[in-house]
């Protein structure tokens, strides 16, 4: 089945820096690749999904890129703010296939 | 269009009683997923399922753990004779197709 490996676990950036958040996978048949934000107590919320026949991705300051070739794809956050402050998720799908989260990356924006 | 609804939000059982966990998908989506998290923890995937048919149910443990999604209703997570160690946050996502699954906010089961 799918593996997705996601680093760092924990990410501290200065307010107005930027965050990159990397994750790997193992199914070459994955072809969907969702990013989710989970604030503390809350449900993971998507913020922005690529597809396989796409290699960027952008949403204001938000933006994914995706190598099908090395199986990894990337979450960057521009200008960050504290409200950016949470656990990201990257995940994985293809077919009929459950999606396969990665462990998450606890992201701090220092004011 | 209502969100992906998971009822009830809190869930507090006694040692070996049954908790029973609901999800109704958003409008127009037959793909359902259940997911259990410990605090500070991943998403660990337990059930993939689609109207009446269990897809994918590698994460669910093979005693105790059950799961349905009836043509007509909620997807329903039960747990039979809970132990502490089941306490945790269960999502419930929801997609129209393959990808794009929205979460509802979850149930949180505690054991006592």
């Known amino acids: 089945g799918e593996n997705v490996e996601q680093h760092p676990s924990t990410l501290s950036v200065q307010e107005g820096d930027s965050a990159v958040i990397k994750c790997t996978y193992s199914?070459?048949?994955?072809?969907?690749f969702p990013w989710y934000k989970q604030e503390l107590g809350k449900r993971p919320q998507l913020i922005i999904d690529?597809?396989?026949?796409?290699g960027e991705k952008k949403d204001q300051r938000i933006a994914v890129t995706l190598n099908k070739t090395a199986k990894h794809f990337s979450l960057h956050i521009t200008e960050t703010q504290p409200e950016d402050s949470a656990v990201y998720f990257c995940?994985?799908?293809?077919?009929?296939?459950?999606?396969?989260f990665g462990t998450g990356t606890k992201l701090q924006v220092i004011p | 269009n209502a969100g992906v609804m998971q009822n009830p939000r809190h869930l507090v059982r006694r040692r070996g009683q049954e908790a029973r966990l609901r999800c109704s998908p958003m409008?127009?989506?037959?793909?359902v997923y259940w997911y259990r998290q410990l605090p500070e923890e991943g998403l660990k995937f337990m059930v993939y399922?689609?109207?009446?048919?269990?897809?994918?149910e590698s994460g669910m443990p093979k005693e105790r753990f059950s799961a349905e999604f009836p043509k007509e209703g909620p997807s329903i997570l039960r747990i039979q004779q809970v132990v502490r160690g089941d306490s945790a946050a269960y999502f419930c996502?929801?997609?129209?197709?393959?990808?794009?699954?929205?979460f509802g906010q979850g149930t949180r089961l505690t054991v006592v």
């Open positions: 996502a929801s997609s129209p197709e393959q990808g794009r699954a929205f």
């Open positions: 199914d070459s048949a994955s072809n969907y």
């Open positions: 690529i597809r396989s026949n796409v």
């Open positions: 995940a994985a799908s293809g077919g009929y296939q459950k999606v396969t």
């Open positions: 409008k127009g989506h037959s793909h």
């Open positions: 399922l689609q109207k009446e048919n269990i897809i994918d």
